[in-house]
């Protein structure tokens, strides 16, 4: 495997799991105002 290779798709793999932990902070910060509207 080419040394270059592996980097870039260490680094793309990083940064996809960074964008979805991101994504799912921003899911829980959305149901959270959704649930203190509901129960007001």
Known sequence: MDRTLAVSMSLCA??????I?????RIDKIKELEMEEYYE
Do not use: E, G, N, V
């Open 14 to 19: 990083s940064f996809s799991i960074a964008h």
């Open 21 to 25: 932990l991101d994504f799912w902070d």
